[in-house]
Each structure stands twice: as C-alpha cells, then as structure tokens.
C-alpha cells in the first residue's frame, strides 16, 4: 500500500512477497515517486512517499 505521493496514483502495489524492497521507484507522469518501506497493515506492507524526480531530456 502507498501512502502520501501525487494524485492519481493507485494506492494498491502488487510486490513480490518473496522480496520486498525497502524502497520503489515507479514512473508517474515525466518522472518517478519515490516510495520507502514504513511498516505494515496487517499482512500488507506499507510505502510512504519520499520524494519525486523528472526524467532528463
């Protein structure tokens, strides 16, 4: 689950139990958000928003 980031991001990431990373990169718009492992709910493991980047042109 992700918290804080942009609108219109879906709030639900599927992760590999196998291997959770304590941090993800996904691309939004001409850029990345940044996302760092917080904890969990229950079973599912928690992404709090971090920071953002643009791609260079």
Do not use: C, Q
């Amino acid at each position: 689950m992700l918290t804080g980031g942009p609108e219109g991001l879906d709030p639900f990431l599927r992760i590999d139990d196998a291997v959770l990373p304590d941090r993800v990169a996904l691309r939004h718009l001409n850029g990345y958000e940044h996302f760092e492992r917080s904890g969990h709910r229950g079973e599912v493991p928690v992404y709090r928003w971090i920071y953002s980047t643009k791609i260079a042109e």
